[in-house]
C-alpha cells in the first residue's frame, strides 16, 4: 500500500530553520518524482521544491537558495531542509509523489504538516 506520511511541521520564528520529512511506504524506486508542495489559508495549494527519480531538482523562486529538498531511497524518506523561514512561508506543507503503477500513473499525497512562522 503507497502512504507518504509527513512530519517535522511546528512553530518557528523567523529566520529560523525546520526539516521536513516525508516517509514513504511502498516502493520508492517507482515514483517519478517526489515533491513537496503548501498551501496557505486563502491560497491555492503551490509547489515548493521536487526531486526527480534521475536526483534533479527545481524550486519555486520564493525559496530558492534557502529550501533544499533530497531524497534517501535507502531510508524511503523525502526532506525539505528548510533554512530563513520568512512569515509568508507560513502553510501546511504536504508531500506528493507520482506513483508508476501497473496501468496508470497515480499521485498520492501525505495529509500535510503544518509550518507557522511568528515571533
Known amino acids: 500500500q503507497v502512504q507518504l506520511v509527513e512530519s517535522g511541521g511546528g512553530l518557528i520564528q523567523p529566520g529560523g530553520s525546520l526539516r521536513l520529512s516525508c516517509a514513504v511506504s511502498?516502493?520508492?524506486?517507482?515514483?517519478?518524482?517526489m515533491g513537496w508542495y503548501r498551501q496557505a489559508p486563502g491560497k491555492e495549494r503551490e509547489l515548493v521544491a521536487i526531486i526527480k527519480s534521475d536526483g534533479r531538482t527545481n524550486y519555486a523562486d520564493s525559496v530558492k537558495g534557502r529550501f533544499f529538498i533530497s531524497q534517501d531511497n535507502a531510508k524511503a524518506t523525502v526532506d525539505l531542509q528548510m533554512n530563513g523561514l520568512k512569515p509568508e512561508d507560513a502553510a501546511v506543507y504536504y508531500c506528493?509523489?507520482?506513483?508508476?503503477?501497473?496501468?496508470?500513473?497515480?499521485?498520492?499525497w501525505g495529509r500535510g504538516t503544518q509550518v507557522t512562522v511568528s515571533s
Open positions: 511502498g516502493n520508492i524506486f517507482r515514483f517519478d518524482a
Open positions: 506528493n509523489g507520482n506513483y508508476r503503477g501497473s496501468y496508470a500513473t497515480i499521485p498520492y
